[in-house]
């Protein structure tokens, strides 16, 4: 994904969290999903299923796995508030995105992606759980040492996301060394 496109993401983000009064940590999901009128439902998905959106007859909505932690429930539902925001044309064509779960790994092959949709889903899924300048403002005023893993630890619960989604969002945004 070029930076523009990641830019584009991080911006909708934002105006998303923003518009919501969800620009906080951690991020209240259900105000997100009450300002874009979207429904959720966990579900006992099969267990390589981490979350479906749905959306017929000019309404969405989002089923997550209820066998999944809390913190991975979040980050799909997230997840698929990203497809419906970045992939979903207006009007409101009849779409079924499945997201299969995923272990992600900061190595050589965790840049590369098979669809160009999940990756800006889980791009946006990042900025919207951890706001790249909330996350930057936060670091400042906790004195957070991210050359500590406990600190790490202690910033992935304030955000309710896991350690691995923070350390690459922390990654990403070139806050780790």
Do not use: C, W
Not at 19 to 34: I, T, W
Not at 42 to 50: K, N, Q, V
Not at 100 to 129: H, I, K, M, T, W
């Amino acid at each position: 994904m070029n930076k523009q496109r990641r830019d584009q993401i991080e911006s909708r983000a934002e105006q998303i969290l923003r518009n919501g009064s969800a620009y906080r940590a951690p991020v209240p999901l259900d105000l997100v999903l009450q300002s874009l009128q979207l429904m959720t439902q966990p579900t006992g998905l099969d267990d390589d299923i981490s979350g479906v959106l749905v959306v017929e007859n000019k309404r969405a909505g989002i089923g997550y796995n209820s066998n999944h932690a809390p913190v991975r429930q979040r980050f799909t539902i997230a997840h698929e508030i990203g497809h419906y925001v970045l992939h979903v044309s207006k009007p409101l064509q009849p779409r079924l995105f499945i997201d299969r779960y995923v272990v992600f790994r900061r190595d050589g092959a965790s840049a590369v992606a098979n669809d160009q949709e999940e990756v800006e889903a889980n791009a946006f899924a990042a900025a919207l759980l951890m706001p790249a300048e909330f996350l930057r403002e936060e670091i400042r005023k906790s004195d957070f040492d991210l050359d500590d893993d406990d600190d790490v630890i202690r910033l992935a619960k304030k955000f309710n996301v896991s350690t691995s989604a923070m350390s690459n969002r922390l990654a990403y945004l070139g806050l780790l060394r």
